[in-house]
Nanobody
Framework: QVQLVESGGGLVQAGGSLRLSCAAS????????MGWFRQGPGKEREFVAR????????YYANSVKGRFTISRDNAKNTMYLQMNSLKPEDTAVYYC??????????????????WGQGTQVTVSS
């Protein structure tokens, strides 16, 4: 069992930055692939980024590539999402998730077994 808690969301102007954190409980965090997803108003949940257990490989949605950076600190059981050059279309609830099958490339939400409660990010124009 893994519990995930996101933090760091808020209101920011377009062009600004935010860093989201995802704190995980349990000893198995370092064994899992981790991901960030988001769900905007009236939209389906969509993939944002994914990172392998040791952080060696990362994957991004085209919409955030070059602006967002996913990272993790296994010693702190924490994953991060650094978001720069934010746009109004980045407004969404951001969720962290754990995929217990490591070294994968899945971007599908159903592949992730554990989810946080989400943190709101609002980007004003």
């Amino acid at each position: 069992q893994v519990q995930l808690v996101e933090s760091g969301g808020g209101l920011v102007q377009a062009g600004g930055s935010l860093r989201l954190s995802c704190a995980a409980s349990g000893r198995t965090f370092s064994s899992y692939d981790m991901g960030w997803f988001r769900q905007g108003p009236g939209k389906e949940r969509e993939f944002v980024a994914r990172i392998t257990p040791n952080g060696a490989r990362t994957y991004y949605a085209n919409s955030v590539k070059g602006r967002f950076t996913i990272s993790r600190d296994n010693a702190k059981n924490t994953m991060y999402l650094q978001m720069n050059s934010l746009k109004p279309e980045d407004t969404a609830v951001y969720y962290c998730a754990a995929d217990t099958t490591p070294w994968g490339t899945s971007t599908a939400p159903y592949e992730y077994e554990y989810w946080g409660q989400g943190t709101q990010v609002t980007v004003s124009s």
